[in-house]
């Protein structure tokens, strides 16, 4: 099912067989809730007015609310969760985010690019492998306790001085265009990563 440009508000979606939906520029859409046990993608994209959506799917793999400049919360109930897009999400609040990942036991993918409204952010899981900051340009602090860490790209923080990452994992670590990093905290991340048994790709600092 895909809906564009539609003047919907607060519509219940409700089925049990549906298994993909698209909402494209629904300009007026403001806290929809989505009800289908056999949804497995959910694209909610460019649709301003968007704030506090409510979802539920036991199947759903891969959800996308991106480019919705308004919200604030989502309420999932989505377990079998892997990848979450909320890039350019501006009003996102670090905390809420916090929120939704202990939502999804099993998210592998979080797309956090341009989300300008997160200054400190502090993120746990068990589960997480990609992580993407690019472009999060008040992005002054970040603290990750993610054991399965492989990538993480902040590419363009400007504003990024104090990564902190716990992850054996991690294999990659983009910092271009990171300029407030300086040489100092190189050394470190390099040598937590080594002590872990890891050894990090370190893209340059630009």
């Known amino acids: 099912l895909t809906l ?31 009800d289908c046990p056999r949804l497995r993608e959910f694209h909610l994209r460019a649709t301003e007015q968007l704030r ?55 998210l592998l993918s979080l797309r956090l690019g341009g989300c300008r409204g997160l200054r400190h952010l502090s993120l ?24 399965t860490l492989a990538t993480l790209y902040a590419y363009g923080c400007t504003q990024l001085v104090t990564p902190v990452i716990r992850s054996a994992a991690l294999s990659s670590l983009e910092l271009q265009k990171c300029v407030a990093i300086h040489d100092g905290l190189v050394g470190p991340l390099t040598l937590c ?9 370190l893209d340059p600092i630009s």
């Open 193 to 201: 990563a080594r002590a872990r048994g890891g050894s990090p790709n």
């Open 52 to 106: 506090s959506p409510t979802i539920r799917s036991a199947a759903l793999r891969a959800l996308s609310l991106a480019d919705c400049s308004q919200l604030s919360s989502a309420a999932l109930e989505c377990q079998s969760l892997l990848d979450l897009d909320l890039s350019a999400c501006t009003a996102l609040a670090a905390e809420h985010v916090q929120q939704l990942l202990a939502c999804c036991p099993r």
């Open 4 to 34: 564009t440009r539609q003047r919907l508000v607060n519509p219940p979606i409700i089925s049990a067989t549906l298994v993909r939906l698209t909402f494209i520029e629904c300009e007026q859409l403001h806290s929809p809730t989505v």
């Open 124 to 147: 746990q899981s068990a589960s997480l492998r990609l992580l993407h900051l690019s472009w999060c340009t008040q992005l002054e602090g970040v603290c990750l306790d993610c054991p």
